[in-house]
């Protein structure tokens, strides 16, 4: 192993300490915006300007694409920690200049036990999300990943305790393994933005700010409307798909205006965009609209408790229409939602895919039995879908969208 003379200075949060111990396996956990990306994505870096010839993989359970990938990430913290000079950055790799280094991005779902051998020689791998790395997937890496010396890092933020990597790094963590909890309440660089989102949710939601911002279970799972339903995979509309379909619900107070637009192809509901945001005043919500592409060419349905706002909206050049809505319409948008073989959800969308974690059905306290009663919250996404595709819900044409 090569070594480098250049030497990287910088400010270590108190709770990535031992991360940089030696050991086998490094793991990271806890909720968002703790800081756990951003810590692994610097390690790296130092990783690699410290050995010329370290050969890196930053791995997801799936990627179709570098959009989503750490690389933008691992890009910003060459340049933060001012070694530039150190790299050259490729459309698809990085590479270590003044030696033989490399990093590359691969999605598990796209290896075979067979491909994954060529992995064999690389001294690094991290799994990012990885509370959706399978069981297989799992299995398949961390034999693979053996050159001497070499690490696998995992950065998660945790989802069910019976998930693989909460099997394996918390219920029987390995000897040679050094696992860390932490929240953005730990994070010395955590942003007034989140924190103020992660005390709005803690007032409205105390069990989804548990789950999503101090990193434990959901709770939910159980009782969540989608169970089973969802994923998140980027995709490419075809011509073929039906749609795109547009809907839209009106933010109050606390909850979101929220903007969706999804096709229907292939006994799927396919979620390619969203905008949304709470506090969004009437003469901002055009430009909140627009950031969803096709907005202005296509219908809109959106809840009609808010005629003015579909007035004012229409006025700016969107054609907005009142979905209708009566008794039993959530019921049978929730059974439209749960027909479907599956929901795909564009990485893009990350209220999509926050909002079918944790819309649920209220729990009984005293047995944890799901009752047959939703919970008025996370589920405004999933209302502006019900609106967008109202037509076809109330008509049942579920034969308009099977292949």
């Known amino acids: 192993m090569k070594s480098s003379t250049l030497a990287i200075r910088r400010k270590l949060p108190r709770w990535a300490l ?3 111990r030696l050991a086998r396996y490094k793991g990271a956990h806890g909720g968002r915006a703790s ?4 810590e692994f994505a610097a390690m790296a870096v130092e990783d690699m300007v410290t050995d010329p010839s370290l050969r890196f993989v930053c791995i997801r359970e799936v990627q179709r ?20 000079e150190c790299f050259e950055v490729l459309n698809t790799e990085i590479r270590r200049k003044g030696g033989t280094g490399v990093m590359i991005f691969e999605g598990m ?3 075979t036990a067979d491909s994954l051998k060529s992995l064999e020689g690389f001294g690094r791998a991290w799994v990012e999300e990885a509370q959706s790395l399978s069981k297989r997937s799992l299995e398949l890496l961390t034999p693979t990943i053996r050159a001497p010396g070499s690490q696998i890092w995992f950065s998660w ?7 693989p990597i909460d099997e394996f790094l918390i219920k029987n963590q390995p000897d040679n393994a050094v696992v860390v909890a932490v929240n953005y309440t730990a994070n010395p660089w955590v942003s007034p933005e989140m924190i103020e989102e992660a005390e709005r949710m803690r007032r409205v939601d105390p069990d989804a700010y548990a789950h999503i911002w101090l990193g434990g279970y959901n709770k939910r799972s159980a ?12 995709f490419t509309p075809s011509p073929e798909w039906d749609g795109p379909y547009f809907g839209a619900d009106w933010g109050f107070s606390q909850d979101p205006t929220v903007l969706v637009r999804f096709w229907l192809a292939d006994s799927r509901l396919w979620i390619e965009y969203e905008a949304g ?16 592409p096709g907005s202005r060419e296509h219908t809109i349905r959106a809840d009609n408790a808010r005629p003015e706002t579909i007035r004012h909206i229409k006025g700016k050049g969107f054609a907005v229409v009142p979905a209708p809505k009566g008794k039993g319409s959530v019921e049978e948008g929730v059974a439209w939602l749960r027909s479907f073989e599956q929901i795909v959800i564009h990485p893009r969308c990350k209220r999509a895919a926050e909002e079918a974690r944790l819309w649920s059905y209220k729990v009984d306290k005293q047995t944890g039995d799901p009752l047959p009663t939703l919970v008025d919250a996370h589920n405004h996404v999933w209302d502006a879908v019900r609106y967008g595709a109202a037509p076809m ?3 049942g044409a579920k034969k308009l969208w099977v292949a």
Request: glycine share 8%; aromatic share 4%.
């Open 18 to 20: 031992p991360l940089h």
């Open 35 to 38: 800081g756990k990306s951003h």
């Open 65 to 84: 694409s570098l959009k989503f990938s750490a690389k933008a990430l691992i890009e910003s913290k060459i340049r933060e920690l001012g070694v530039g």
């Open 109 to 111: 779902q796209d290896h």
């Open 157 to 163: 933020n945790p989802e069910n305790d019976h998930d």
């Open 223 to 234: 009782a969540q409307v989608l169970t089973g339903k969802w994923t998140i995979d980027e």
């Open 277 to 292: 945001g709470v506090g969004v005043e009437l003469d901002e919500t055009p430009a909140l609209f627009d950031k969803v």
């Open 393 to 395: 819900i109330s008509k």
